[in-house]
């Protein structure tokens, strides 16, 4: 049975690397949003990635449509958790994860103890 996460930037460049770590995520659906697709094409460009537009196509499809409730919710939260410097993008993730009754799938420190995260190095 597959399962689905939030794939944040870290966890989809985990899996291009092939982290052995992610390796159990990497026949898992994978969900982002817009905001994790500008990063993860950023991080494409930034490394001179030869195969970055067949990578993108992959996930463009995983991308849901955020709402504006998600994004409110979001910013609250971010505003609540600031003393963690958390960004916005993983704000906006994170909530939307738990709006989509997902995980969160992430690397990332300031995610590590929080409810609804699958945290993986």
Avoid: W
């Avoid at 993983?90 to 799938?105: H, P, V």
């Amino acid at each position: 049975m597959t399962s689905r996460f939030l794939y944040d930037t870290y966890a989809l460049i985990e899996l291009l690397n092939k982290n052995p770590n992610y390796e159990s995520y990497a026949d898992e659906e994978i969900v982002i949003n817009d905001f994790i697709f500008s990063e993860f094409c950023y991080q494409l460009i930034k490394a001179d990635e030869k195969n970055a537009e067949t990578y993108l196509s992959e996930v463009e499809s995983a991308i849901v449509k955020l709402n504006t409730k998600t994004i409110r919710d979001a910013m609250k939260f971010r505003y609540t958790h600031k003393k963690q410097k958390m960004s916005m993008t993983d704000c906006i993730s994170y909530t939307q994860a738990k709006e989509l009754g997902i995980k969160f799938l992430t690397g990332d420190k300031e995610f590590e103890h929080l409810d609804n995260v699958e945290f993986v190095k």
